[in-house]
């Protein structure tokens, strides 16, 4: 037999769906500009907003600093790791011990990825695999990254009827009854508010999950990369890390990316649980060797500062303005879509004459030059759902919805 180099999963495993979807779109760039339908992106969780000022100028001058420029360590910086703890503390009123309780993250998607190889015993036996309990619909990455680590993702769906905070007791029943061992369950990955739905939940929904998980002696991972992202001070999101018990089981992820639009910054932090803490930053030791300096200092310095605050609160304001627009165009159009509570994403039903959401999303790019993502890329089952960013500048939205009233992409 030829011996192969690489691993199964990763021969077997396509590109991330968010680059092949990037990629188609480069591909069909010329014949779309040709007939006046240049891509517009949808596709991607990535604003393309200008970052914030302050961030630019903290940039240049620490840049000039001769001791910044040196490998960092992948715990982080003493500064980042303090402006995270006053974070938390003002935000959430959550102490977190700078010292013990927090890590530095190259995007918080790195440390997922890293906290999943930190938990999962490889195996290639499916029944004897650890188990890690994700979203679904949820962020593409976290089965694939179970998948890598030779793990099972165990999908808990998300619901209209469960409105989106499945209870925890009737799924641990449900998993059982399938002949499931629980005493394999590492993780519950948990992410409000959420991708790709848009929703977020009630606070007695994260002390439900947090009960849960120190009762069956389970990882929390709450992944908060939206957290700063809501247009109504009644849903303003919790951390997980304020429930009673929360430091017992739970270690959450945040990021840069979303609410300064500093994606290519590479940018976050986990805090929380201290044992999770130290096992991802003794990982992270191994493979990689920290964030530039520089960009921790301004990343600190955004968390502390009035400017950061104020970026945060305007760019929630140009975001509540503009998908109210866009969701009012695709109303217009038939579309039964929603303000979503939080996060800058349309899950969207697609027209009945569409045979799957890849069908609607193919056409879409090639027809209209519209790029969005197919819903079976966050759970195989939503054949008839889409996912669209609304991260396009206002011009462009509204060019988004005169392009499908004139191709003929109304509902009915
Ligand atoms: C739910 C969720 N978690 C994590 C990430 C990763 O973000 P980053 O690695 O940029 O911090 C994303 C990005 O889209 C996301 O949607």
Redesign the pocket.
């Known amino acids: 037999m030829e011996k192969t180099l690489f691993n199964n999963e990763i021969q077997n495993m396509k590109n991330y769906i968010m680059f092949e979807i990037k990629a188609r779109q480069t591909e069909l760039t010329p014949m779309l500009k040709a007939k006046n339908r240049a891509p517009i992106a949808l596709s991607?969780?990535a604003p393309v907003d200008r970052i914030p000022e302050f961030a630019i100028a903290k940039t240049i001058e620490y840049m000039n600093n001769d001791s910044l420029h040196t490998y960092s360590t992948p715990k982080g910086e003493i500064k980042y790791l303090q402006a995270v703890s006053t974070y938390m503390k003002n935000r959430f009123n959550v102490e977190i011990d700078s010292k013990k309780e927090v890590v530095s993250?190259i995007?918080?998607?790195?440390g997922?990825s890293n906290l999943i190889r930190a938990l999962v015993n490889p195996n290639d036996n499916i029944d004897e695999q650890d188990i890690i309990l994700v979203p679904e619909p949820?962020?593409a990455?976290y089965s694939q990254m179970v998948k890598i680590a030779k793990g099972r993702a165990y999908g808990i769906k998300l619901t209209k009827e469960n409105n989106y905070q499945p209870n925890l007791d009737e799924i641990l029943a449900k998993f059982i009854k399938e002949g499931n061992n629980p005493s394999k369950i590492k993780a519950l990955i948990i992410?409000y508010p959420?991708?790709p739905l848009g929703c977020t939940c009630e606070f007695s929904y994260l002390q439900h999950c947090v009960d849960f998980c120190n009762k069956h002696n389970i990882l929390l991972i709450s992944?908060n990369?939206?957290c700063e992202m809501y247009f109504d001070e009644k849903y303003k999101p919790h951390s997980a890390l304020e429930c009673t018990g929360a430091k017992d089981c739970c270690i959450e992820?945040y990021?840069?990316?979303?609410s300064y639009a500093m994606?290519g910054w590479?940018?976050?932090w986990a805090c929380g649980n201290e044992l999770a803490v130290t096992m991802l930053s003794r990982m992270k030791s191994t493979v990689d060797t920290g964030i530039f300096k520089v960009l921790q200092y301004v990343g600190a310095d955004l968390l502390e500062s009035k400017e950061g605050q104020d970026y945060i609160e305007s760019q929630n304001i140009k975001f509540k303005n503009k998908i109210e627009k866009f969701v009012s165009g695709l109303n217009s159009l038939g579309y039964d879509v929603q303000m979503p509570k939080t996060t800058f994403y349309l899950w969207m039903e697609i027209p009945a004459r569409y045979k799957d959401c890849e069908e609607f999303a193919a056409d879409l790019l090639e027809i209209s030059g519209i790029v969005i993502v197919p819903g079976t890329a966050f759970d195989k089952e939503a054949k008839r759902f889409v996912r669209l960013s609304v991260v396009a500048s206002e011009e462009n939205l509204e060019e988004v919805i005169n392009r499908m009233e004139k191709d003929g992409f109304s509902f009915q």
């Open positions: 991607m969780g993250l995007g918080s998607k790195e997922l949820g962020y990455s992410n959420n991708n992944d990369a939206y992820m990021s840069f990316s979303k994606t590479r940018l976050g």
